[in-house]
């Protein structure tokens, strides 16, 4: 089974400033999407940003921008202008895309602290 | 519903009991996955259905955890003989099959073993 591997357990940003998250994942797979979930406390897990693995062009969401490496299996999010409601974990999340097989593994998590 | 439901949102049992765990995904979605997470831990892997049959069950922890979809919609998570260790909060999510689009996620059943 793939592997998501986050390296950060936590991390800290000064509001307005910018934060990189990491993420690298193992697989033999060549087609694949990958995804970082926020997780406030409330425990719902909301869709930050998703990535196609055969889209060379980093994905981007407003303040929130991805770093595609394909050979390098590397996956990070970079916050911009970072606010306090961006405070939360953030997941990691690889999900195959094998004939109909389109089962998802997550990261560890990150837990991101924005200090005003 | 709007929404992936999950039912009941907090549950407490006695160690040794048998409980179930309910899941009600968006309508139309064919995929439904299961996940444990224990307290600032990322979402374990334990169930994926693709419609009725469950096509991949490798992160089933062991034979006192089942989980079923009868009619390829609502899924039900089932746990005989209790253990502290199985105390965690268990999370379903829903995602329409094939399609490149997000998995939609319950607010999950945090389960209590006493």
């Known amino acids: 089974a793939q592997t998501v591997t986050q390296s950060q357990p936590e991390m800290s940003v000064q509001e307005a400033e910018t934060v990189t998250l990491s993420c690298t994942y193992d697989?033999?797979?060549?087609?694949?999407?990958l995804f970082w979930y926020k997780q406030p406390p409330s425990r719902q897990m909301i869709l930050v940003i998703r990535?196609?693995?055969?889209?060379?062009q980093n994905a981007t969401e407003n303040r929130f921008s991805v770093n595609f490496q394909k050979a390098a299996k590397s996956f990070s999010l970079k916050i911009s202008d970072s606010q306090l409601g961006d405070a939360a974990m953030y997941f990691c999340a690889y999900r195959s895309d094998w004939g109909n097989n389109n089962d998802m593994r997550f990261g560890a998590g990150t837990r991101l602290t924005v200090k005003p | 519903g709007a929404g992936v439901s999950q039912t009941p949102s907090n549950k407490v049992t006695e160690k040794g009991k048998y409980v179930e765990l309910r899941c009600d995904p968006i309508?139309?979605?064919?995929?439904l996955y299961w996940y444990r997470q224990s307290l600032g831990q990322g979402p374990e892997f334990l169930i994926y259905f693709q419609g009725t049959g469950a096509a991949d069950d490798s992160g089933l922890p062991n034979d006192r955890f089942f989980a079923v979809r009868p009619e390829g919609s609502v899924s039900t998570l089932k746990i005989q003989r209790t253990e502290r260790g199985d105390s965690a909060v268990y999370l379903c999510?829903?995602?329409?099959?094939?399609?490149?689009?997000?998995?939609?996620f319950g607010q999950g059943t945090r389960l209590t073993v006493v």
């Open positions: 999510a829903s995602s329409l099959l094939g399609v490149v689009t997000e998995a939609f």
């Open positions: 990535q196609e693995a055969y889209k060379q």
């Open positions: 309508s139309g979605h064919t995929a």
């Open positions: 697989t033999s797979e060549s087609d694949y999407y």
